[in-house]
């Protein structure tokens, strides 16, 4: 295959959009048409307030303003944009099912297929297909199987190209990644294809940074990455439960084992447990795999990253509840942070959504101040969970702009995003306007706890 000047994207979310906004930024001479069934999302990514992005990300409004218009485009129309390409990417979302086999666990592959199938049925010329989505291992095997029989003559290579950027520094990390991951078939045309790849990431990344193996072993690496990001936060986590009950500080603890050069510093932040869309459903779909092939030690091993998880969220919820006396009924509880990390406006599976939803069982009145997560998103999320009615939802939780009137008459504040602005703030000035005695729950060992003591706070951080 000559070299690829047209490139498609099906899936303008939070990997999909920052990906190829950065390979067109990057390769001016190619087109990247980013296309998306949902047109309000592409409304957004064409609106010329950049604010207005469907995705915050640090830098990526530079990033969108450099390219957009020039070879960068955000269409609804997909059937054109394959038709055109010579290299689709495929970054729909893959979910944990909620019906059927596998209901909680495996991954729903049914807008993958939907995508072979129209690309399938598109397609006059061969075209490279591109696995960006997180995908079970051996998916690739079905994706080629629907391409292959549509019996129009047209040729498909099928590559898998994992994504490992983290949400809020998603441009820094397609930037400058550690290494860029391709899979492929070793035969020539495997290997034209993924040369091709190769030749597009290679216009900003080293080639030593970009590594190339078989199609099963790039699938199952990413998994495996992120099972293993996922496991270091809950086993730091299970030990800040022990450092609570020993006098032993997390924090301390993390430092004098992540300067053992074979541990390393990264990934050793105590926290109220880790949210987002990927850790958990992905080792979800791991143990699921693991289990189809009867591998029960190991789907065990991995599920037990999960219950870690769930048991950091509950336990922090059950700590406020004992502390403010064993009753939150009718207490005014804020929360500053709903989103699932700083510098995001990403609320999935933020562990958040979990400690409300216990506070809201005890029928504690939560206030809530994130800088860059809307009201109506917070009660979406509350919503999806269905514990009780969405009236009730909106009763049991407010939504503020202010900070400041987010504290106001508060018995206590919960810290459940670790965001920069919460540790610049008057604090003083915070206590006195809060109901005495004045509870923080840092569940993100974020503020300074010794300040905020002074100050006449009761103060409890995770793992302390
Ligand atoms: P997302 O939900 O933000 O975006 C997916 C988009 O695909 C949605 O806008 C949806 O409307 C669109 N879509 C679904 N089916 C479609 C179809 N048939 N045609 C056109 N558009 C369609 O998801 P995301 O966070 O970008 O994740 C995408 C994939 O990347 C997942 O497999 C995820 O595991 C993986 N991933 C995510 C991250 C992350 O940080 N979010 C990082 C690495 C990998
Ligand atoms: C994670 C991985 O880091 C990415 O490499 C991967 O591409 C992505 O999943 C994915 O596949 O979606 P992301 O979920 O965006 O990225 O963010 P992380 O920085 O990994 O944080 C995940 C969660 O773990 C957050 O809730 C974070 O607060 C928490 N965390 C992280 C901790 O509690 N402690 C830590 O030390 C690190």
New binding site residues.
């Given amino acids: 295959m000559s070299k690829i000047k047209n490139i498609c994207c ?7 959009g920052p990906t190829m906004a950065v390979i067109a930024a990057k390769c001016p001479e190619i087109k990247v048409t980013i ?4 047109a309000a ?1 592409i409304a957004a990514w064409n609106d010329e307030n950049l604010d207005n992005l469907p995705v915050y990300e640090p830098g990526l409004d530079a990033i969108v303003a450099q390219a957009r218009g020039r070879n960068l485009f955000f269409s609804t129309e ?1 059937e054109k944009a394959i038709d055109e390409a010579e290299m689709i990417f495929i ?4 979910p944990t099912k909620t019906y059927g086999l596998g209901k909680g666990k495996a991954a729903d592959l049914k ?1 993958i297929e ?2 072979a199938r ?1 690309i399938a049925s598109v397609a006059k010329s061969d075209k490279i297909v591109v696995e ?3 995908l079970p291992v051996r998916t690739a095997e079905a994706i080629r199987s629907i391409l292959d029989n549509t019996g129009n003559g047209v040729k498909f290579q099928i590559l898998s190209n ?6 809020g520094t998603a441009i820094d990390d397609l930037l400058h990644p550690d290494r860029v991951l391709i899979g492929g078939d070793s035969d020539e045309e495997g290997q034209e294809a993924i040369d091709a790849l190769v030749n597009i990431y290679a216009n900003w990344i080293p080639t030593e940074r970009i590594l190339t193996t078989n199609v099963w072993s790039s699938e199952l690496s990413k998994l495996t990455a992120n099972a293993f990001l996922a496991q270091r936060v809950s086993s730091i986590n299970a030990m800040s439960e022990l450092c609570e009950k020993t006098g032993a500080d997390i924090n301390e603890v993390a430092r004098a084992i992540g300067m053992d050069s074979r541990i390393g510093s990264k990934f050793l932040k105590s926290s109220v447990g880790f949210g987002g ?2 850790f958990q ?2 080792i979800l779909n791991l143990v699921y795999i693991a289990k189809s092939y009867g591998l029960d030690e190991v789907a065990d091993y991995w599920e037990q990253v999960i219950i870690m998880n769930d048991h950091q969220k509950r336990r922090f919820a059950a700590n406020i509840v004992k502390t403010l006396y064993n009753t939150v009924s009718g207490k005014k509880i804020t929360f500053l942070g709903w989103a699932f990390k700083k510098d995001t406006n990403d609320t999935r599976e933020s562990a958040a959504i979990y400690v409300a939803d216990d506070l809201l069982l005890e029928q504690a009145n939560i206030a809530v101040y994130d800088p860059k997560v809307e009201e109506t998103q917070i009660h979406a999320d509350l919503d999806y969970l269905d514990t009780r009615r969405k009236k009730e939802n909106r009763k049991g939780v407010t939504t503020f702009n202010d900070p400041y009137e987010a504290v106001k008459d508060a018995h206590a504040i919960a810290v459940l995003t670790e965001w920069d602005e919460f540790k610049g703030y008057d604090w003083q000035r915070i206590y006195d306007n809060m109901k005495k005695p004045a509870f923080v729950f840092d569940g993100r060992n974020l503020l300074d706890g010794q300040k905020l003591r002074e100050i006449g706070f009761v103060f409890q951080s995770i793992g302390k």
């Avoid at 099906?10 to 999909?16: E, H, Q, R, T």
């Avoid at 970054?91 to 893959?94: F, L, P, Q």
């Fill in positions: 099906i899936g303008a979310g939070y990997v999909g296309v998306d069934l949902n999302r997909v970054s729909v979302n893959t807008f939907l995508c129209q960006k989505s997180t994992p994504e490992f950027l983290a949400e869309s990927c459903k992905d």
